[in-house]
């Protein structure tokens, strides 16, 4: 029966309604993987289920300062619909804001009924049908870094570190987290029921890490897009600011997007096989795995325009950072690109270390879960593995070291880009070389600081 029929939706509305909710947030993600969204009162979800709410398709094409970048099908077009229909089996009232429900929306071309072409969870789910014709349900644990940010009386509209505390990795409780910030939103995102485990302070001064249990790859990047749109939320409701963006600081380091991705046996369900395990092999790891890694490394390049997606992201990368830089693999390696963790059988995993914070879920999975596939058909072989500490450029290969790079890497990477679609590469082209457009105009602080006085 159909999420949309009558019954199952008149079933929402009076759970809903028995529990004080009178709105219903429907939330998607555009191309940032940002959240855009619209409140529909309760009685009036049967219509939004049935005919869908309209937006602008413009909304995948426009930035963060509110720009709409001319990507085809949007204003050359005449900023036509699309289309946005509840999820309903996402449904989950809001632990922090009384009498509102929310639920993810499935974006569509109302002329065409397909999925919009630019919809990243349509995205997703189309690598992932590849994945299962291959008879493979990959299995993602995501892991998120943040900084939480306060208003900076010094500078009117300014934001400053929460809270400076050095040295205080991998801590809990007061002494790096003064307001117990890390504690009510483990509490709330638990009542949210998105799968959190756990959470931390990490490297620097108001850094903060939560991780995700692991789950069929669609759920888990559901997961971490709402994650994602929750702690931000909720620094608001403290008046404070929670950013994933790559690096906010000069002085501190990154923030990660850490994926831990392992694969059973499609028709096998969630405690099927880990196809990734081999008890037989010295190191444990299957041949499947390390073909998996082969491709993940082959595609490296093309893969830091999506898991790396800003201007900004590749102030996370260098020597010494803790952060890829290299493009290389290792067991139990922090300094590698890809790292294999110690635990075997049902743990057996990879885990990807290249994205940071800003990537949108659905796009870093789409695009992680596709260089696999291409590892796995081709039987890709890995190199040998990093042994010690990494970050030394005669032993692997270099990272694309900008935006621009990474984005000409994506779209010379045609095995890469056919299997995510041509029509999602070059809008996501379009618009991300607009950034880069955008920033190289703007003049920076730096620049000026730097010229100005002597010049």
């Not at 947030?25 to 940002?34: F, I, M, S």
Request: proline letters at 8%.
């Amino acid at each position: 029966m159909s999420a949309h029929d009558p019954s199952p939706i008149r079933r929402h509305i009076d759970r809903l309604a028995a529990e004080g909710v009178d709105v219903v947030r429907v939330v998607y993600p555009d191309l940032l993987g940002t959240d855009r969204a619209r409140d529909v009162l309760l009685g009036q979800l049967p219509t939004a289920c049935a005919h869908g709410l309209a937006f602008c398709r413009a909304v995948y094409h426009t930035t963060p300062q509110g720009d709409v970048v001319p990507v085809a099908g949007g204003l050359e077009a005449g900023l036509p619909d699309v289309v946005v229909r509840p999820d309903l089996t996402t449904l989950h009232a809001l632990p922090w804001e009384p009498g509102v429900a929310t639920c993810l929306g499935d974006v569509t071309d109302p002329r065409t009924g397909a999925p919009a072409p630019e919809s990243p969870r349509d995205l997703l789910r189309a690598v992932l049908a590849r994945c299962a014709e291959r008879g493979l349900r990959p299995v993602a644990g995501p892991e998120l870094e943040y900084f939480l940010c306060e208003a900076d009386p010094a500078e009117p509209g300014g934001w400053r570190r929460y809270c400076a505390a050095k040295g205080a990795v991998y801590t809990a409780g007061l002494r790096a987290d003064p307001d117990n910030h890390l504690l009510r939103v483990l509490r709330l995102l638990r009542d949210l029921d998105i799968g959190v485990t756990n959470g931390n302070h990490e490297f620097d001064g108001a850094q903060f890490e939560i991780n995700l249990a692991h789950s069929g790859a669609l759920d888990a990047a559901d997961r971490a897009f709402r994650l994602k749109c929750a702690v931000k939320e909720l620094a608001r409701k403290e008046q404070r600011l929670a950013t994933f963006m790559a690096r906010p600081f000069n002085d501190a380091g990154g923030s990660g997007f850490h994926l831990h991705l392992s694969a059973t046996e499609a028709d096998a369900g969630p405690d099927g096989r880990n196809t990734f395990d081999d008890a037989a092999d010295p190191q444990g790891l299957s041949a499947l795995a390390r073909h998996a890694v082969a491709g993940l490394l082959g595609h490296a390049p093309a893969l830091a325009a999506l898991l790396n997606p800003t201007v900004n992201s590749y102030k996370r990368f260098g020597p010494d950072t803790l952060a890829p830089w290299l493009i290389d693999w290792g067991f139990d390696n922090r300094s590698a690109m890809i790292r294999i963790p110690p635990e075997r059988g049902p743990g057996t995993r990879i885990e990807l270390r290249l994205g940071d914070a800003s990537a949108n879920p659905y796009l870093l999975l789409a695009g992680a879960l596709a260089a696999v596939l291409l590892g796995i058909d081709a039987e890709q072989q890995p190199p040998p593995p990093l042994e010690g500490y990494g970050y030394d450029t005669s032993r692997a290969a270099l990272l694309p070291t900008s935006l621009p790079a990474a984005l000409d890497a994506l779209e010379a990477d045609t095995a890469l880009s056919g299997l995510l679609g041509a029509d999602f590469v070059a809008a996501y082209l379009t618009y991300k070389r607009n950034e880069v457009e955008r920033f190289q105009q703007y003049v920076t602080d730096w620049e000026f600081t730097e010229y100005a006085y002597h010049l």
